[in-house]
Structure formats: structure tokens, C-alpha cells
């Protein structure tokens, strides 16, 4: 290889990426990727300037933390580059910046000895040629370097940089200090520590590299891998989409053509229906000018004989004139011809888009009764009846009438409905509002508003209400000292707490009354009932081990849990995996129902806060996130959502978040600690409402529960109180 080709080539692998120039004082990242540490400040610099705290990698884009410093000083050097700075510097003019290491002179080299590792002048080269001792010396010109000296000299050995050390290599390694030392240090300094020759610790150390090297290919081979079935499949999937977006074109030509010949259908049909209705008018028209007519010409003949008031003729035709008029009076009129109504409904089915209706209803003279009604909550069903009517007001029925009614929720969101139709002009409409707040009723009678639509229909929220307390400081039946958790059982309505510095977990009853305690050798951290009314508790600082109790308290099993570091608190699904939050790993973790299968480890992405509780509800995970102050989402598979709140006072923010519970209306309830209070939001984070109040402004509610009857049961530790809200 030509020498210059060589410097090239070594001049690109020297190459910063951020700055695309010749590194100076490179500094190696984590991911093994350097960089100048001018350019890294700079990186950093600017991470700041966007109030960000870690930076990326611009090669792989792995993030690191910004240090506190200014500067990435403290980060290790690139042996390979500083080695790659020095031979670049014998390229062109940049020999300026080699002296000659042999005098004081500060002269320029112009040569190099490969036995003595050192840059030579004119004046030394002579000398050093001279004497017997270095006459046989291998030296190169600078001017004259080949490819073969360039990478010999970068494999020079390496000299130690202890004071007097300077002509001596870094020979050994020493195992004690790890650390490389030469001749000389394994005198002065290591003299009984154990040492070794530097190729060999290499050789070992290379070892244990080439090791995680090859399952690093390995990783890559297999990432390799899917990534061309991903490929694949994503090729696949263009086809596909390519193929049935074309049978999507045909099929839409088609049903332009249908269309069109629907449209001819369809025009035929109003022509029908308009042909048939202007003779039925035109029918009716001539019979009443017949009839008119008749009356015109009789009236005109009886008024001029009225008017020549001849005695004799008056006689001679009274008979005639009164028997005329009356049978003219008496004829059968005729009634009005109402044209039915006309509509044309456009509906959302492919095989049936549109259709005339022919009905007597008129949209403008119907109405709904009930759409006053001033009370309506929320999980109470309610309904309204839709009365349909013709043009003269009469309640009537007609099959062919199309209702459509849309009760919309506070988000628009359509809320389920149901109807009955009394075949006799009344639709009666239910429907059950989920939540709080203006719900929006739009009612649609063929194709047109029904009067008074669309209304507002304002849903009034279930209010908790304080019912009573129970438990006071002490060691007693029904006293408590630190309550740790809280659950009620689902089958028997029996409250557990966990007596944590009692060492124990009482049960009692529904009322607050004490049934029963269960002693143990460590302070339980958390309860929860299963369906079957088995009772799990958790004791960590005695071991991770899952304990279950039945009904009577009584000690049935361990739950050994291999997959547990440092269990907090736990939580049941209702299908009956267990929830736990992990302390030590910051996972949420689900087991099977027996404890023995992890099923799902998830975490919150670039949190490093603990997660303090959660639960399942609705194909979500519900986490709060005590020292986070908020309350994180996660789909039924683990991963991250969206947050519930933020730190603050204001509603809908936390001061500390612990306790989560769904109650019996659906809603998200959260002990927000450090506020004093229960806050409630809908499952997707709607802020509703809150409980706080005198039995709460002077405790920190922790630990929440509902019992059978929806009732909210609160603990609070400082107080050793818990309150219950019907």
C-alpha cells in the first residue's frame, strides 16, 4: 500500500464526527464512540441550553447523562486515536510539531530510530551514526517513510510516563493496582505485588473481550435476521396494501357505475311518486270545479230571475230553482288530497345507501317528552319518548320512518342507547350516563332535527359523603401503629389492615368491628383479598415471600417468588393475576395467579422513580408514582401511555400520590397524601372530583379500599384512623 494512501485512510479513521476534523484530546463515551472534547463541551452546551439534562451519541444515539461539571474531562482518553494524532503529524508540513528527542537544541527531526523509539535531528543522526553502539540502529528518514514504517511505528511500544521512567516500556502489568508499570516500577513501587508480563494479561483480557465479542456477532446475526423478516414482512404488507387498494379502485368504479344506474332508479322513482301525486291533486281539482261550476251557473240563473222580479216566473220556476240548490247544497264535497311527506335518507350501509321514504309524519309537529328531566346522575339509568306525528298534529305510525337518536358525552364520545318502538307513534329511548357533566342529545327523524334538537342533558355526579371512623393509636384489638395497607374481601365484606409495627394484620368487620388478627414475624406491607376470600400478604423485610391466609386466618401456603428483589405493595386482577410493584428494579410486575410464572415486567420510560402501587382495570395498568406525583397509564401489554396529573395543588395535581382503587362508577380514585386528599378522575384522566374535609386536613390519607356496598374506606397511617365514605 502507498504510504500516501495509507496516511489517508488513517487521517479518515481519526476523523471527529462531529467536526469532521483530525480529533484533538479525544475523549471515549460509554458506547466506545470518541469524539474531541472541545466538540462534546460544545454538544453538551447546547443539551443545555434546551433545559435538557443527557445527551445523545451522534454516532448510535445511545443517551448519557450531562456531567455536573462543565466539561467531559473525567472521561477516558482514546489510546488508538492519540497513537493515529502522532503519526499524522509526520504527514506534510505538520513534521514541525517533531523534535528531536535526543539534545536540548529544540531542533527539528528528520529521522527516526525504531531501536531507540526516538526522533532524531541532522546533528544527532550523524552522531548517532558514529557510535559503535547505535551505528547498526534501524533509522528511516521522515521524508522518506513507507507504509510498513508508518505501522510499525504506530505499534511502538508504549514508554511509562513515570519520572526517570521515560526510556523505559510498560513490560509488565500489575495484577494488584491493575495497572501497567515497566522495569523500574516493579522496583520502586510493586515490589511485592503480583505481576505479570503485559502480553500475557493482554492475551487473558483479549480473551474475555473476544468472548463477549462473539455473542455481540452472535446478537448482531440475529438482529440480522429480523430485520430482513421485518423487511419481508414490511414488503409484504406494501403488496398487499398495493392489491387491495386496486380491488378498492375497481370495486369504487363499480359502485360509481351502480351508483349511476341507482341514480337513474332513483329519479324514475320520484318521477313515479311525483306523476302519482299531481293526479291525485289534479283528480281532486276537477271535481272541485265541476262542482264549482255547477254552483256558479245555478246562482247566476236564480240571480236574474231574482233580478226582472216577474210574479209568474218567480212561480213558475220556484219549484225548479229550490229543488236545484238544494241538491247542489247537498252533494258530498269532496275532501282536501294531503300529499304524503317526502324524504330522502342517505345511510351509511354499502348495500343499501339511500332511500325515499313515503310517510305521513311531519319531523316539525314530533317532539320528545322527557327531555326536561332534572334528575339525572350518573350510572342511573334514564330515558325519553320520541312522538311522532302527521301535519296535522295527530299521533300516528308509519314502518318506513327512520329515527336516528346520538346521546353524546362531556369527551363526544357515543354512549350506548337502547329503544323501543310501541308500534303506535312513541319510541321510547334508555340510556345510563357513565360520568359527570353536560351530556348532548341530538335526535334525527327522517333525515331532519327533531324539534327541540338537539338538548343538553346535565349529568350530576354521586358524591361521597362521610359515614363514620374507626381505630385509635395503641397495641390493642381495633388499635393500630402504622398502617401499612388496607383491602376489603369482595365475598364476605371482611377488612384487613396490616398492623405493621404491631407485627400483625387484624380483620374485622364491615362496621370497623375487630373479628380476628393474624400474628407475624415482621411488619406486613401490604394486603389483598383473592375472589375466593384467601388473604396474601407480604413481609420483606423477613423474606419476599408471598404468605396466604384463608378466611379464619388461618396459614395455608409460601409464595417463594424467584422473580421478586424488593416487593412493595400488591395488588389483585380481577381474572387473578397479582400485581406488584417492585422497588428494587422499579418494575411493575404481574405473576400468575399461583405466584410461580412472571407474566409481565414493565417500566415507566426515562423515570427513574419508584413506583409505589398498581392495579388493573379495563386493559390498563393504573401506577402511581409517589415521588413523581402523578399517576402513570400502561395498555394491557406494559407499555407507557400517559400520565394522570402533575405535581401541584390544584386539581387534577399531586403532592405525593400512593393508594389507587376503582369504584363502583368506574373512576379512578387516588390518595394525594400531601394535599390532604382523594382525588377522582375518569380512566382516561379526567379530572372529577375531589374528597377532603375535617377528617382529612389533619392526616395523610395513604391507603384506599371499596368495600361490597361501593363504600370508600381510607387509611391514614399518621393517625392510625381509617374513615369511611358512603
Known amino acids: 500500500m502507498d504510504v500516501q494512501q495509507l496516511f489517508k485512510i488513517l487521517k479518515k479513521e481519526a476523523e471527529c464526527p462531529l467536526c469532521i476534523e483530525t480529533v484533538k484530546n479525544p475523549k471515549t463515551l460509554p458506547c466506545l464512540h470518541s469524539f474531541c472534547l472541545e466538540c462534546l463541551n460544545r454538544h453538551a452546551n447546547f443539551a443545555r441550553r434546551q433545559l435538557k439534562a443527557t445527551i445523545k451519541c451522534p454516532v448510535c444515539q445511545t443517551t448519557f447523562q450531562i456531567p455536573e461539571k462543565d466539561t467531559f474531562e473525567n472521561l477516558p482518553p482514546s489510546f488508538h486515536l492519540n497513537r493515529l494524532v502522532d503519526v499524522l503529524a509526520l504527514e506534510d508540513g505538520s513534521v514541525q510539531s517533531q523534535i528531536c528527542n535526543s539534545c536540548d537544541e529544540n531542533n527539528t527531526s528528520t529521522c527516526y530510530c525504531f531501536v531507540c523509539q526516538n526522533f532524531l535531528c541532522a546533528s544527532c543522526f550523524e552522531a548517532h551514526q558514529r557510535l559503535k553502539a547505535t551505528r547498526g540502529h534501524r533509522n528511516v528518514l521522515i521524508d522518506n517513510l513507507q507504509a510498513q514504517d508508518v505501522q510499525e511505528w504506530i505499534h511502538r511500544p508504549v514508554m511509562c510516563s513515570q519520572q526517570y521512567h521515560g526510556d523505559q516500556p510498560l513490560e509488565f502489568y500489575c495484577e494488584d493496582c491493575k495497572d501497567l508499570i515497566c522495569h523500574k516500577c516493579t ?11 503485559t502480553q500475557k494479561a493482554a492475551q487473558e483480557q483479549k480473551m474475555q473481550i473476544a468472548d463477549v465479542v462473539a455473542k455481540v456477532k452472535a446478537e448482531i446475526v440475529r438482529y440480522e435476521s429480523e430485520i430482513k423478516k421485518q423487511t419481508d414482512l414490511r414488503n409484504k404488507n406494501k403488496v398487499e396494501i398495493l392489491k387491495e387498494e386496486e ?42 270545479q265541476l262542482l264549482a261550476t255547477q254552483l256558479k251557473s245555478c246562482f247566476e240563473r236564480c240571480q236574474s230571475i231574482l233580478e226582472r222580479n216577474f210574479g209568474v216566473e218567480i212561480l213558475q220556476t220556484n219549484h225548479a230553482i229550490l229543488g236545484r240548490c238544494n241538491e247542489l247544497l247537498n252533494v258530498r264535497k269532496p275532501d282536501l288530497y294531503m300529499s304524503p311527506h317526502i324524504h330522502y335518507l342517505v345511510e351509511k350501509k354499502l348495500d343499501l345507501m339511500d332511500r325515499v321514504v313515503v310517510t305521513k309524519t311531519d319531523p316539525s309537529k ?3 317528552e322527557g327531555q326536561d328531566s332534572k334528575d339525572v346522575k350518573e350510572r342511573k339509568q334514564t330515558h325519553f319518548v320520541i312522538v311522532t306525528k302527521d301535519s296535522e298534529g295527530f299521533q300516528c305510525y308509519q314502518q318506513d320512518d327512520k329515527i336516528k ?22 319510541y321510547t329511548v334508555t340510556y345510563t350516563p357513565q360520568y359527570a357533566g353536560q351530556h348532548r342529545v341530538e335526535i334525527v327523524l327522517n333525515g331532519q332535527p327533531l324539534s327541540g334538537s338537539p338538548w343538553i342533558v346535565q349529568v350530576h355526579q354521586n358524591q361521597y359523603q362521610f359515614a363514620f371512623q374507626f381505630g385509635s393509636r395503641g397495641k390493642e384489638r381495633g388499635e393500630f401503629d402504622g398502617i401499612y395497607d388496607i383491602d376489603v374481601s369482595h365475598k364476605t365484606g371482611t377488612i384487613a389492615v396490616a398492623d405493621g409495627r404491631n ?8 362496621e370497623g368491628k375487630f373479628r380476628m388478627e393474624i400474628k407475624l414475624d415482621g411488619a406486613p406491607w401490604s394486603v389483598a383479598f383473592e375472589d375466593s376470600g384467601d388473604l396474601l400478604t407480604l413481609v420483606p423485610r423477613s423474606d419476599n415471600k408471598l404468605r396466604v391466609f384463608n378466611e379464619e386466618g388461618h396459614f395455608i401456603k409460601h409464595i417463594n417468588d424467584k422473580h421478586l428483589d424488593e416487593p412493595g405493595r400488591l395488588s389483585i386482577a380481577i381474572d387473578g393475576p397479582i400485581i406488584i410493584a417492585d422497588w428494587s428494579d422499579k418494575k411493575i410486575k404481574v405473576l400468575s395467579p399461583d405466584g410461580n410464572d412472571l407474566l409481565q415486567s414493565f417500566s415507566a420510560p426515562d423515570c427513574d422513580k419508584i413506583p409505589f402501587y398498581a392495579i388493573y382495570h379495563q386493559n390498563k395498568f393504573f401506577a402511581s408514582y409517589y415521588f413523581a406525583n402523578c399517576v402513570k397509564v400502561f395498555d394491557k401489554t406494559g407499555v407507557y401511555l400517559h400520565d394522570i396529573g402533575c405535581k401541584g395543588s390544584n386539581d387534577g395535581q399531586f403532592n405525593g400520590c400512593r393508594g389507587l382503587v376503582i369504584d363502583k362508577y368506574n373512576r379512578l380514585i387516588v390518595c394525594d397524601d400531601g394535599n390532604r386528599r382523594l ?34 374506606m381510607v387509611a391514614d397511617p399518621l393517625n392510625r384512623r381509617i374513615s369511611v365514605y358512603h
Open 187 to 197: 522496583v520502586v513501587s510493586h515490589d511485592r505485588h503480583s505481576k505479570t508480563d
Open 247 to 288: 380491488k378498492m379502485r375497481d370495486t369504487v368504479e363499480k359502485l360509481i357505475r351502480d351508483l349511476r344506474e341507482h341514480e337513474r332508479k332513483m329519479k324514475d322513482k320520484f318521477r313515479e311518486i311525483y306523476e302519482a301525486e299531481q293526479k291525485h291533486h289534479t283528480t281532486r281539482l276537477e271535481n272541485f
Open 366 to 368: 314530533c317532539f320528545a
Open 405 to 426: 337518536v346520538d346521546v353524546l358525552t362531556p369527551e363526544g364520545d357515543q354512549l350506548n342507547t337502547d329503544g323501543n318502538d310501541t308500534k303506535d307513534g312513541k
Open 503 to 510: 407485627k400483625r394484620i387484624q380483620l374485622l368487620s364491615s
Open 679 to 712: 382525588q377522582l378522575f375518569t380512566p382516561w384522566g379526567k379530572f372529577l372530583s375531589k374528597i377532603d374535609g375535617q377528617y382529612l386536613k389533619n392526616g395523610f390519607p395513604n391507603y384506599v379500599a371499596i368495600n361490597r356496598g361501593g363504600s370508600v
